[in-house]
């Protein structure tokens, strides 16, 4: 009997210790980790960079209040601003809580403005944006919501397929109270569904039209995850909000919400907060992410890496085409969609020392750590073929 709430379904196995791409099990086995405790793991495991950092940082200082200044902080700040559209960034621990500052500067925006009725955000239906009382909301997923009543207005919803890559009747949902549309730039746990760069800058457009803001949730695919270090930047648009996280801490636990200048205007002293967020400890790890992440000809590796990865498992999926349906994502972004069962094709993944994840429509999600080499992907690609001809 465990004495942890029950809220997640957990595969019977632990680790011990993790190293570079592998994880070494409490029952002997070593795992290929293309989990990544959910992209978040960028670095790969105990990467030595960032456990110098943690060492070296924990004896000197850990946490103060953001009631001083954190030169830290404001060093993790000025990097990502540098390396981006943003003006401001706010700290946070989790991606939840990102996306949540995302909804407070949109709406704080037009209030500053005197708009105070332009609150609504328009969010795609079946997204993920986290689990507090508004992110799952704005996700608009019944499973997510249901038994946690009352409803939290303010959020509509727009359809987004992956077989019709546009948005229907958007012109349509936004309305006079229509404050912001927030996207995520990859659909994450809803299937590795990329907005096509038409497609964003199409949003781009018509919020200018409209003068609504654009949020882009970029909490998993952000961060060099895509192959560059945000996912949008492909399609070459501007977003006015970025939230971010499960990257940038390398597996501690850091959020962030990047914003421009305009968005920013609301948020003047005490409106948002966090005890923990950006403390002393928490940037420098979040800094020594960057310093391996933004070193020449890192991103361009990751994005080598990641075609390279989705042209092998194009070719499986020619091999065995009657259980691997699409490969798509951005990056080491990965998912593949099969027509065989997900949740059975992890469990056999699994068997044979292969870490995946699942996510909605089907898919078998594939996160390799940022550091991966050529040979690791090789090895994945050995081991998926071997599932996909086992597999019944
Ligand atoms: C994981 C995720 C979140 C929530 O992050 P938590 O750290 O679990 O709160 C929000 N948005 C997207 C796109 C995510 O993938």
Do not use: W
Request: glycine share 10%.
């Amino acid at each position: 009997m465990s004495a942890i709430l029950g809220t997640y379904t957990r595969r019977k196995v632990s680790f011990k210790k993790g190293k570079g791409v592998y994880l070494y099990a409490h029952n002997g086995n070593k795992y290929l980790d293309f989990v990544s405790g959910i992209a978040v793991n960028s670095l790969g495991h105990c990467h030595n960079h960032m456990v110098q950092t943690i060492q070296r940082q924990s004896k000197k200082l850990i946490h103060v209040s953001n009631a001083f200044e954190i030169p830290e902080q404001e060093k993790l700040a000025r990097r990502l601003t540098n390396n981006s559209f943003a003006d401001y960034v706010v700290f946070v621990n989790s991606g939840a809580e990102a996306t949540e500052a995302a909804i407070k500067i949109a709406r704080r925006y037009f209030f500053s403005i005197g708009k105070s009725y332009k609150n609504r955000i328009l969010c795609i239906k079946n997204s993920f944006h986290g689990r507090t009382i508004a992110a799952i909301h704005a996700s608009g997923s019944k499973k997510m919501i249901e038994g946690f009543g009352p409803k939290v207005p303010g959020f509509d919803h727009i359809e987004f397929r992956n077989s019709i890559p546009r948005f229907l009747n958007l012109r349509k949902k936004i309305k006079k109270n229509t404050a912001a549309i927030m996207v995520e730039t990859v659909l994450g746990e809803g299937g590795i569904k990329c907005i096509p760069n038409k497609c964003l800058r199409y949003l781009r457009k018509i919020c200018d039209e409209k003068k609504i803001l654009l949020i882009l949730d970029e909490v998993q695919c952000g961060i060099g995850r895509s192959g560059k270090l945000f996912a949008f930047q492909y399609a070459n648009v501007k977003p006015d909000i970025v939230p971010i996280a499960k990257g940038i801490g390398g597996g501690f636990p850091i959020g962030a919400c990047l914003v421009n200048k305009k968005a920013s205007i609301g948020m003047t002293p005490g409106t948002h907060g966090s005890t923990f967020g950006g403390n002393p400890l928490a940037m420098s790890v979040g800094n020594s992410v960057l310093d391996v992440i933004l070193k020449k000809g890192f991103l361009q590796n990751v994005e080598k890496n990641g075609k390279f990865f989705k042209d092998e498992l194009v070719k499986l999926k020619d091999k065995h085409s009657n259980k691997v349906l699409e490969v798509r994502g951005k990056g080491l972004m990965i998912g593949i969609k099969l027509s065989v069962d997900n949740i059975k094709f992890l469990n056999h993944m699994f068997k044979n020392k292969l870490l995946g994840v699942k996510a909605a429509d089907n898919v078998v999600r594939l996160l390799p750590p940022l550091i991966i080499k050529k040979n690791e992907i090789k090895e994945a690609i050995k081991i998926l073929d071997k599932t996909l001809g086992d597999f019944q």
